[in-house]
């Protein structure tokens, strides 16, 4: 007998974008971002490119996701379903390698920015423009969804089973409360705090960030399962 229930709740979407939004990549490249600027900016200026960089992840996550979303709510939904298992099957691993890397970081399958896209963020750190920050955002949100965007995958699927207005609205919140620890830690930096204590924090706690990140996927991957096989129903 299936199961009527209301999904995603405004809930889920919080929880899901509280888990995605500590994210190693985005807010590593904040700490190398602000870093360099320290050097030969001032603090107004600091801010300007700070937001713009943190601006151009928030509309590059935000296109993906609305697309995505657009395109599962348009395709029949006998596809729609098997296209569920599937990325269901696929966020479960995902949680799985995440909870691999709790307790064994780097060995084997991690998901992250592959080391060739590391370097070319570093160049691109030499030469910082206007441009080249929109950039760095655009990159970095283009890089990390195949590696570390399985919760927004989750949440944009299930938001397509009822795409309106309010899905629309609950994406726009995933997407700033995704890019609100970025807010926090440039603002943080410009009241004073030092980059290097961040950037400890982020080295100390990256294990705990993934082992969150692995539970919340593994029951995210199941719930897309058991809505795709009928025993969860979305009204």
Known sequence: MAIEIAL???????????????NPCAIGVLILLVSSLMVTKRKKEMLKIGLLYIFAIFVT????????????????IVVAEYISI?????????GIIEIKDYFWY?????????????????EKMKKLS?????????????????????PYLAITLLLSQNFNFGAFLLLVLYNMIF?????VILFMVMLG????????WKQANKSYMRLVAGLLLIGLGWLLMLIANGTINLN
Do not use: R, W
């Open 179 to 183: 890019v609100l620890p970025l807010v």
């Open 8 to 22: 995603p709740t405004l809930g889920t979407v919080i929880i899901t974008a509280l888990v995605d939004s500590i």
């Open 106 to 122: 780097g060995k084997g399958i991690s998901l992250m920015i592959p080391h060739k896209y590391v370097k070319t963020i570093q």
């Open 193 to 200: 705090a030092k980059v290097e204590n961040i950037h400890k």
């Open 61 to 76: 996550y935000f296109s993906y996701g609305l697309g995505l979303l657009a395109f599962m709510a348009n395709i029949p």
């Open 130 to 150: 206007l441009g080249t920050v929109i950039f760095l955002g655009v990159f970095v949100a283009s890089v990390e969804l195949p590696c570390t965007g399985g």
């Open 86 to 94: 599937v990325v269901g099957l696929i966020v479960v691993l995902a």
